[in-house]
């Protein structure tokens, strides 16, 4: 679910005008969420608590008394707000910091997401409201809070929306991250159909980056998409959305079936063990469609082509595109149904064909503009509705 409404290179990506409900327009919030709502227990009972006899235990009754007044019980937490603790804290009461919502963003499956501002900065920052008893009904409760602790461990990465600050209320869920204002890469690939093959190497470089780091940092993305895929001003890439991520050290598999049927791997397909190497499948779904404007064949089996016997294996490309060499070796490497031989690895990448003379560590340090290739290619802006053959999305 992005969190950008602004325009990259002529694309809207305003995406929802919708109210936002329990939300005032202004709501005062905790940014730093730093403080949560603790009980503290008091081991004596002070009830009938008495003046001792002794005057060698006076200062000692004088020291338990003193240091039990600025003690104080909290009410019970209740059970809507503890299964959330404490990842979510409780934030009830009014904090320093001030935010105004200023619009929505986009409306996802769980939630929305509003872009808002620091009343005191002026900066914006993206919040996104998710419902508890959604969550709840939905038994997602470890998905949403796994959700926030990678994305808050692992947003200082340069191509990672950061998440600052998560608390919840009693009925929602609130998550600050990053306004990215460049829009989604779903709305780019809307409008040029096809990118600049010079394009679709720094994308493709940014991506394999992340995921490589994600992977080393033992978490799996699991639902690598373009609407996932956030652009700042300079078309620079950012991932997020964690919301179906998970800790999975590497060398581990899991058998969880969740993600975007276009974008899942054949293995997530058909409930067996996967890996990481189901991040890369994902990859090579984009680098097509960056590529060439159309999806390759799907590891979902169609209805039709299932009652035939010359259904065309996942991962095959479109029929009658030209490529050159160097790219479809990439395609077939990257969309490999067997996990164990495909490309699955930032290293290897570095070595293939397509990325032959290819600065990486300029990729990583941002010294390149993926904004300046699209303008260079197209100096009137972005292509007639008439010259886009984008039927699949």
Not at 100 to 108: E, H, L, N, S, W
Request: net charge positive.
């Amino acid at each position: 679910m992005g969190n950008a409404n602004t325009n990259f290179k002529g694309i809207n990506t305003k995406r929802a005008t919708s109210s936002c409900g329990d939300l005032q327009n202004q709501v005062i919030v905790d940014f730093t969420g730093n403080s949560s709502l603790t009980s503290r227990e008091s081991h004596q009972s002070f009830s009938n608590t008495s003046r001792p006899w002794f005057k060698n235990s006076k200062k000692r009754w004088k020291r338990s008394v003193s240091s039990h007044d600025i003690s104080k019980t909290a009410w019970p937490v209740s059970r809507i707000e503890q299964v959330f603790l404490p990842e979510f804290p409780s934030s009830p009461q009014v904090r320093n910091q001030q935010f105004a919502i200023v619009d929505d963003i986009a409306t996802g499956s769980f939630g929305k997401v509003f872009r808002i501002q620091d009343l005191k900065t002026h900066n914006y920052y993206a919040l996104k409201v998710l419902p508890k008893s959604q969550i709840i009904k939905d038994n997602c409760i470890e998905q949403v809070k796994n959700e926030v602790l990678i994305q808050a461990a692992c947003g200082h990465h340069p191509f990672i929306v950061k998440c600052h600050s998560y608390w919840q209320s009693k009925k929602q869920l609130f998550i600050v991250t990053d306004y990215i204002e460049g829009g989604e890469l779903f709305a780019l690939l809307k409008t040029y159909s096809s990118l600049p093959l010079d394009l679709v190497k720094i994308y493709v470089a940014e991506l394999a980056i992340v995921l490589d780091f994600l992977h080393n940092a033992g978490v799996i993305y699991r639902d690598l998409k373009p609407e996932n895929i956030l652009l700042d001003r300079e078309g620079h890439l950012y991932l997020t959305d964690f919301g179906l991520s998970k800790w999975l050290s590497f060398g581990v598999k899991t058998r969880t079936l969740c993600g975007t049927l276009r974008y899942m791997a054949p293995e997530v397909i058909s409930l067996q063990l996967y890996g990481h190497a189901a991040d890369w499948w994902s990859l090579g779904v984009i680098t097509c469609l960056m590529m060439l404007g159309q999806f390759p064949v799907s590891a979902v089996a169609n209805e039709n082509n299932e009652k035939s016997d010359n259904r065309k294996k996942p991962g095959t490309l479109p029929d009658d595109i030209f490529i050159d060499n160097a790219s479809k070796d990439l395609l077939l490497r990257l969309l490999e149904v067997d996990p164990t031989k495909r490309l699955r690895s930032l290293r290897v990448m570095k070595t293939i064909a397509f990325f032959k003379g290819f600065n990486f560590e300029a990729i990583e340090a941002k010294q390149v503009r993926p904004s300046d290739i699209l303008e260079k290619r197209f100096p009137a802006g972005p292509p007639s509705i008439n010259e886009i053959h984008f039927n699949d999305f």
